[in-house]
C-alpha cells in the first residue's frame, strides 16, 4: 500500500514547496484563463488569494451632490396651503398673493421661504391687508402740531385750514378724526402734500409715512427695487400707495426679507435684518470683533459708517483707524471696504478677512459671524421699550410654529 502512496506523497511535498513568481511591480501576476472544460472541472472553493499590502490610506469615496428639490407653482401652492394658519381671512387671497410674488422674484418655493414670509405678515398685521393703528387721529394731530410748532404757526391756524374740503369731498379735518388705517393715513397725506399751497399752510408737507402694508415694508426700499426689478404689477397712482395694499405690500416685504444672499445658518438673523436693515446682523458682529481688538465699547448696531459732509465719521470707524498697523491696511482702503457694508461683497473684503483672522487668532477659536444688532425701536405707534432683538424673537416664534404644521 506505501508503495502506491509514496508518489502521491512526493508530488504534495513538492508542491507545498513552490513559490509563486512575483511581478516587478511587487503585484500577484494576472491570472490564466483556463479552458472552458478545465473551468467546469475546477473545485468548487477555490484556495484563499492574499493580497499585497496597501501603502498609504484609501480617498474617501466621492458623494455626488444633492440636487435641491425644484417644486413647480402648483405644488409649491399645495406646500403653502398646508403652512398657512388654519383661521385666517380670505386664505385664497393671501395664498395667490404670496404664490405670484415668490414667482415674480424667482424665490424657491421652499417651507422655510413661505414660512419667513408668513411670520413677518402674522406679527406686523395679524393677517389684515390693511392694518388698523389704535389712536391714529391722535398720532396724526400729534404730528401736524410737531411741523406747525416748527414753522411757528399756532396749531388753531392749522386746523382751520384743514376744514376745507379734501379731493374725497370730506374736510380734512373730518377725514383726519376718522382715520383707522395706514392706507388711509398715507392717502390723507398725499392729498395734503398735494395741496399745500392751496390751504396756505407755510410746511413742508411731505408724506412723512415711511413704512406700510401687511408687512410694514419701507416705501423708500419699495421705491429703489422697482429701478433694478420689474415691478410684476400695474401700478395705482404710485409706487408708494401700492406698498399700502395686500398685494404691493407682500411683494416688496418678500423682496427685502429673502431677495438677498445672508450667510446665516439660523433665520432669526434675516427677521433682525428685515427690522434693521439688510447684513445689520453681519456688521454687528464685525463690530463685536472691532470691540474685542481695539478695547473700545461699541454699539453694535450695524452701521459701520457715516458722513459728516464728505467726512467719514462714526464709533466703528474711528475705533478701525487704531487698528490700521495690525491690519496692514491704510485709511483709504479702510474706507473703500466699509462703503461696501450694505451689500453681500464686503464679507470678502480684504478689512473684513483681516479683521476677524486677528480676532479668531486672540480668541484662540473662530468668534461668531453673525450677532443680534442691538437697537431700540421708536415709533409713534410704539407705546412701550422693544428692541430688534424683540423683533427678530417674536417673529421666529411664530416661523417655528409654522414650520411645524408641513
Known amino acids: 500500500m506505501t508503495r502506491y502512496l509514496y508518489p502521491f506523497l ?4 513538492l508542491s507545498a514547496c513552490s513559490t509563486q513568481p512575483v511581478t516587478p511591480s ?19 472553493v477555490a484556495p484563499p488569494v492574499v493580497l499585497p499590502p496597501v501603502v498609504g490610506t484609501l480617498p474617501p469615496p466621492v458623494t455626488p451632490p444633492v440636487k435641491p428639490v425644484v417644486l413647480s407653482e402648483s405644488q409649491g401652492r399645495n406646500l403653502l396651503e398646508r403652512l398657512l394658519p388654519p383661521h385666517i381671512g380670505d386664505r ?5 398673493d404670496i404664490i405670484s410674488a415668490f414667482t415674480a422674484l424667482k424665490i424657491p418655493y421652499r417651507a422655510d421661504n413661505f414660512c419667513a414670509v408668513a ?5 406686523e398685521s395679524s393677517w389684515q391687508g390693511d392694518p388698523t393703528v389704535p389712536n391714529l387721529p391722535a398720532i396724526v394731530w400729534g404730528k401736524i402740531g410737531e411741523r406747525a410748532n416748527k414753522y411757528l404757526v399756532p396749531l388753531p391756524v392749522v386746523k ?41 399752510l407755510p410746511m413742508n408737507m411731505k408724506n412723512p409715512i415711511r413704512t406700510g402694508g401687511p408687512m410694514q415694508v419701507s416705501v423708500e426700499f419699495a421705491e429703489a427695487h422697482v429701478k433694478i426689478w420689474p415691478y410684476p404689477y400695474q401700478t ?49 458682529a464685525f463690530q463685536a470683533a472691532v470691540s474685542q481688538l481695539s478695547g473700545r465699547k461699541l454699539a453694535l448696531d450695524g452701521d459701520l459708517l457715516s458722513y459728516t459732509g464728505k467726512q467719514a465719521t462714526g464709533s466703528t470707524y474711528q475705533a478701525l483707524l487704531t487698528l490700521r498697523s495690525r491690519l496692514e491696511m491704510s485709511q483709504g482702503e479702510l474706507e473703500r471696504d466699509l462703503q461696501q457694508e450694505k451689500n453681500s461683497n464686503f464679507a470678502q473684503s480684504e478689512l473684513y478677512r483681516k479683521l476677524f483672522a486677528l ?22 405707534k410704539i407705546s412701550r ?22
Open 119 to 123: 411670520a413677518v405678515i402674522e406679527q
Open 359 to 380: 480676532a479668531d487668532r486672540k480668541a484662540g477659536k473662530p468668534v461668531p459671524r453673525e450677532r443680534m444688532p442691538q437697537i431700540d425701536l421708536h415709533s409713534p
Open 236 to 284: 395705482g397712482n404710485s409706487i408708494r400707495n401700492d406698498v399700502f395694499t395686500r398685494r404691493g405690500g407682500i411683494y416688496f416685504g418678500t423682496a427685502i426679507l429673502l431677495q438677498y444672499p445672508a450667510p446665516y445658518q439660523d433665520m432669526r438673523y434675516r427677521f433682525a435684518d428685515f427690522n434693521a436693515g439688510r447684513y445689520s446682523s453681519r456688521n454687528a
Open 26 to 44: 511587487g503585484s500577484l501576476p494576472s491570472s490564466p484563463v483556463l479552458p472552458a472544460s478545465e473551468a467546469v472541472s475546477a473545485p468548487s
Open 92 to 96: 385664497q387671497g393671501w395664498s395667490k
Open 385 to 406: 421699550k422693544l428692541t430688534t432683538q424683540w423683533f427678530a424673537g417674536k417673529v421666529n416664534t411664530r416661523y417655528q410654529s409654522c414650520m411645524a404644521r408641513q
Open 160 to 200: 382751520a385750514a384743514l376744514l376745507k374740503t379734501s379731493p374725497n369731498g370730506k374736510s380734512y379735518k373730518a377725514r383726519i378724526d376718522n382715520l383707522r388705517t395706514e392706507r388711509e393715513m398715507n392717502l390723507l397725506f398725499e392729498d395734503m402734500a398735494a395741496e399745500a399751497s392751496k390751504l396756505g
Open 10 to 13: 512526493l508530488l504534495a511535498t
